[in-house]
């Protein structure tokens, strides 16, 4: 029998290993194949193989013993992990597909990085057929024994259901919660003691011919100075209680989403659409930004005011574009004809809006956007190009005028866009192309200054290389902000949006700042952690858009792999290069290390460099439709075989 003094040590020996061996918190995170790593906050990635990687879901957090092994003191140390512990999993629920092997029933995970599928017990199938789109949510994970299991929540349905591909993105993306049966009962009554009577005045508004959720309308007249503009905008807030049950759920849509053959709206379609909109001849609550604009399109006075408003009139882009491109001469538009003046008087100030932002702001050329044309099977017919008229143009430059209103009546707390310009990692490149191309030197990329002097030097008709195009691929994205940071993109201090409140929580919000500063009330800072919601809402709506239309495009190029199209690059990185047929207007990869000829990346010029040919953005190509995945959503082109 050991007498305390060995029992005493043998408890420091094993005290003093397990001080020695080092414990680490950290995030799972998959790859395409078995293995894993755990993502350390100090930087570093963990290995973590196969078989720990079986107990554990991409973004779990755990807790790892870290070991290091060196076979010979020649070779390279390996480190690796082994789980100790489970500390937080927030894979709860997603959407895949059902799929029955043998006598086995599982889920296949639409989950980034999630290769494996999941078990489903017999009471948790929900009658789901093999191969049906399916949500489910965890039942079991997978630590310790690394035998998960899932249940159906959903069936979203059959891969042939027409309109599945909408469907099932909406309800991966829970663009959709349900809304509380009793929401009608929960509107506010609208005040109108303490609102303007606006009722009088010709508003007019000028949208999409089928917009059934109008949320700005306008008004202008001409003065000595210039013009007097007024842009209202529908208020949603006048009749959403913050902190409700509906006002909670906007806020998780934080987005009106227009997907091919579906909207899914971020109110209410009643409300969006009829309480709120800003329909013809009816009394609605709006925001009504009254502005007084020179000559130059310079805005030298303006107030913001809660009013009561009629739309004397609902004008489509279509006409309204016809109409001022003839210069108010088409008498076959009656609806435009009898608001002549007013739509003259737009005209003419959205041109001098324009020219006055040319001149101390920035204007950039927007990229070319594309629209799906569906048919009746809810699959694409076609592709065509967004064409932004003379209408498009007016409207846009009366609702920057009142965004820009907004923000300064914010008075630096509320929600801003902010876009801060070039990545900070590529800002020597931007300096090396700004020498190289337009002969600049010593400015600093990095300001608003330097920014707005680069792209006002661009003129894309005197240049060779697709200068534009590849700094347009090196900025950042823009962002919400509670703070004031500039927007680079547009060349101005500070942004806000308040003209969407019916589609746009942000704006919503707005909304209700500025009302705070009309009556003088104390304003409340807007919580990051609801930035962080709206700013996540956003994000989703738009890969769930992008998600759903990459799947039409994969269908639609299906019958056509092995033809040959001519198209034009549009991306370029490091692995190869995407191109856009001409013709369907649709994008494909290259991948540059399947081609016959080895080819170089120049990350400075975006370009890529064979011994025969070069790479670059914007140049026209010729390729062969190769491999069309309709599970992944991705489409493979190659370059045609040379000819002998």
């Given at each position: 029998m050991l007498d305390k003094d060995t029992l005493s040590q043998l408890k420091q020996l094993k005290q003093n290993i397990e001080d020695s061996k080092e414990y680490a918190v950290g995030i799972v995170k998959g790859t395409q194949r078995k293995f894993g790593f755990v993502m350390l906050d100090d930087g570093r990635e963990i290995f973590i193989n196969p078989d720990e990687m079986q107990k554990v879901f991409p973004g779990d957090k755990v807790k790892i013993l870290i070991t290091t092994k060196q076979e010979n003191k020649d070779a390279k140390a390996k480190v690796s992990g082994t789980l100790e512990k489970l500390i937080d999993s927030p894979l709860k629920e997603f959407t895949g597909r059902y799929i029955v092997k043998g006598k086995g029933h599982f889920v296949e995970p639409d989950v980034p990085n999630l290769k494996r599928w999941i078990f489903i017990p017999p009471q948790a199938r929900l009658n789901a057929?093999?191969?049906?789109?399916?949500r489910c949510r965890i039942n079991r994970h997978p630590y310790p024994q690394a035998k998960p299991q899932a249940k159906i929540t959903e069936v979203i349905g059959a891969a042939d259901k027409v309109g599945i591909e909408t469907d099932y993105v909406v309800s991966k993306f829970q663009l959709e919660p349900a809304w509380p049966d009793n929401w009608k009962s929960s509107l506010i009554e609208v005040n109108t003691n303490d609102r303007?009577?606006?009722?009088?005045?010709?508003?007019?508004?000028?949208?999409?011919?089928?917009?059934?959720?109008?949320?700005?309308?306008?008004?202008?007249?001409?003065?000595?100075?210039?013009?007097?503009?007024?842009?209202a905008i529908a208020d949603p807030s006048a009749m959403i209680a913050v902190d409700s049950e509906l006002d909670k759920l906007a806020r998780q849509r934080a987005i009106s989403t227009y997907m091919a053959g579906r909207p899914v709206s971020m109110l209410p379609e009643e409300l969006a659409n009829h309480l709120c909109s800003l329909t013809l001849n009816t009394t609605r609550p709006a925001l009504v930004c009254q502005m007084e604009a020179d000559q130059q399109g310079k805005i030298i006075s303006y107030k913001i005011i809660e009013a009561m408003i009629s739309s004397k009139a609902k004008l489509s882009y279509r006409d309204v574009s016809a109409f001022l491109d003839q210069d108010g001469v088409d008498e076959s538009l009656a609806d435009c004809n009898n608001h002549k003046d007013t739509l003259l008087a737009l005209k003419a100030l959205s041109a001098a809006l324009r020219s006055q932002r040319q001149e101390h702001n920035l204007v950039i050329p927007n990229r070319q956007e594309y629209r799906l044309v569906l048919n009746a099977q809810r699959k694409i017919d076609h592709i065509e190009p967004i064409k932004k008229t003379s209408a498009h143009q007016l409207i846009e430059e009366c609702m920057i005028a009142a965004n820009r209103c907004a923000a300064n009546m914010l008075d630096?707390?509320?929600?801003?866009i902010s876009h801060p310009g070039f990545r900070s990692e590529r800002l020597a490149d931007v300096k090396k192309l700004a020498e190289e191309q337009l002969s600049l030197t010593d400015i600093d990329f990095s300001t608003p200054q330097g920014y707005q002097k680069l792209m006002k030097s661009i003129d894309d008709d005197k240049?060779?290389?697709?200068?534009?195009?590849?700094?347009?691929?090196?900025l950042e994205r823009s962002r919400l902000s509670a703070e004031v940071l500039p927007h680079y993109g547009m060349g101005l201090d500070k942004y806000t949006t308040f003209t969407s409140p019916i589609r746009k929580y942000s704006d919503l919000t707005v909304h209700r700042l500025l009302k705070s500063k009309i009556k003088l009330s104390k304003t409340a800072a807007v919580k990051a952690e609801d930035l962080a919601i709206m700013q996540q809402g956003q994000d989703n709506s738009r890969q769930a858009r992008y998600q759903m239309e990459q799947w039409l495009k994969c269908q639609f190029m299906q019958?056509?792999?092995?033809?040959?199209?001519?198209g034009t690059i549009s991306q370029i990185n490091s692995n190869g290069f995407t191109v856009r047929l001409d013709d369907h207007l649709i994008e494909g990869f290259v991948e540059t290390r399947l081609l016959q000829q080895k080819y170089s990346f120049d990350p400075m010029r975006l370009r890529l460099t064979s011994k025969s040919q070069t790479i670059e953005l914007n140049q026209a190509i010729e390729v062969v439709v190769?491999?069309?995945?309709?599970?992944?959503?991705?489409?493979?082109?190659t370059l045609p075989e040379p000819v002998n």
């Open positions: 057929k093999p191969n049906d789109f399916i303007e009577d606006l009722t009088a005045l010709p508003f007019l508004t000028i949208d999409a011919a089928s917009t059934m959720d109008m949320d700005d309308a306008l008004f202008v007249k001409n003065t000595e100075q210039g013009w007097q503009l007024q842009v630096g707390q509320g929600i801003f240049l060779e290389f697709p200068l534009r195009p590849v700094l347009s691929r090196l019958p056509l792999i092995g033809q040959t199209f001519m190769k491999e069309v995945d309709s599970n992944a959503r991705s489409i493979r082109y």
